[in-house]
Every structure is written in C-alpha cells, then in structure tokens.
C-alpha cells in the first residue's frame, strides 16, 4: 500500500530555512506527480505545491512562492521541500501527498514546522 514517511521539521526563528523529506514506498514513485499540503493551527488542509514525475516542472501557491522549493529524487524515492525566509504563518503540520494537485490524495503523517522567535 501507499506508504509516505515525512521528516525533517522542527522549530525555527522567523527569516531560517528547514528541509523537509518524503520517503515513499508501496507504489512506483518514479511515475506518481507529487505534491505537499499543510495544516495550520485550526484550519483546514491547505496545498502549497506539486512537481511533475520527471521533476521538470513545478507549482506552488504565491504565498510560497520564491521561497520554498519542492524537488524530487526518483532514485531515492524521496520528495523534498526547501524552505527558506520562514515565517510564522507557515506554522503547520507539513503532508507530501500522492496528487498532482490539491488535498484529497494519500499522505503520510506529517511533520510539525513551528516558526517563532
């Protein structure tokens, strides 16, 4: 079965970086477009970004955009996402999720990010 293992979240000052990573498993991941969704305290699930099966092409909402960056190794089975100039509304459980696009796809269980000084 559809197996995705997050890791790499943590605490940090506003304006650092985390790296997040997805290990997945239980599918063919080479062939599966990707995405990560997150959930902010008391709100809903919210996508951020996706990325092609080749890794060619990318996606993510503005509020995101210029700096996280979502990328893939296909020989690891790995996703990952590079954030940068975190801020405290990016506060959230962090979900890679099997879809090219939205919040209905499986995830994994997700990895706390917590940005504040």
């Known amino acids: 079965q559809v197996q995705l293992v997050e890791s790499g979240g943590g605490w940090v000052q506003p304006g650092g970086s985390l790296r997040l990573s997805c290990v997945a498993s239980g599918f063919t991941f080479a062939n599966a477009a990707m995405s990560w969704v997150r959930q902010a305290p008391g709100k809903g699930l919210e996508w951020i970004a996706s990325?092609?099966?080749?890794?060619?092409?990318?996606s993510e909402i503005p509020s995101v955009k210029g700096r996280f960056t979502i990328s893939r190794d296909n020989a690891k089975n790995t996703l990952y996402l590079q954030m940068n100039n975190l801020r405290p509304e990016d506060t959230a459980v962090y979900f890679c999720s099997r879809t090219p696009y939205g919040t209905l796809g499986p995830r994994g269980q997700g990895t706390q990010v917590t940005v504040s000084s």
């Open positions: 990325i092609t099966t080749s890794g060619d092409l990318t």
